[in-house]
């Protein structure tokens, strides 16, 4: 029986092994393959089971046809969820970073009076990040209303502020 080294962990392995037994690595191109497609299936059922699956089949293909990515790895199931927002989502998405940042930099345009602070908080509230950020502590994103009301109010705050100090 002859022994081989894995290239990425340095450990030995039998010349026919198709993964390493230490790591896990792939030892041929059809292995690779093989994993390619279970990684990619198991990304496609993540995405289905998050509501985001339209029934196109391969959510995450690079349009090759050859099912893979077209970056691979993480960047490949953004790409697939990303592709996957209606254009109503990504013209909401737009809209409140335009709005959020907008109204961060008329905040920064008048910080040393007091309804700024209001302003600012009300221009990062209304980031789509914000809302993927609250939704760990709280168990789920708050709902685009809540963010919204929560802009206005402080907004509405901020300006009432500026306008009356």
Do not use: H
Not at 18 to 46: F, H, M, N, S
Not at 65 to 79: H, M
Not at 85 to 90: K, P
Not at 124 to 143: D, F, N, Q, V
């Amino acid at each position: 029986m002859r022994m081989k080294a894995c290239p990425r962990c340095s450990a030995s392995i039998d010349d026919s092994a198709r993964y390493c037994i230490e790591c896990g690595a792939p030892q041929t191109e059809d292995a690779a393959k093989e994993l390619d497609t279970y990684v990619q299936r198991q990304a496609e059922q993540v995405i289905a089971e998050s509501g985001m699956d339209t029934g196109r089949g391969s959510a995450a293909t690079d349009g090759s046809g050859s099912g893979g990515t077209a970056t691979g790895g993480a960047d490949g199931v953004k790409a697939a969820v990303e592709a996957e927002l209606s254009d109503r989502e990504r013209l909401w998405r737009r809209a409140c970073y335009v709005l959020g940042y907008g109204t961060v930099a008329v905040a920064f345009t008048q910080i040393t009076r007091p309804g700024a602070w209001l302003l600012l908080l009300g221009g990062i509230a209304i980031l789509p990040p914000i809302r993927r950020l609250t939704a760990e502590p709280l168990g789920s994103p708050l709902k685009r209303e809540v963010m919204v009301g929560l802009y206005a109010i402080l907004v509405v705050l901020g300006i009432l502020l500026l306008v009356l100090l």
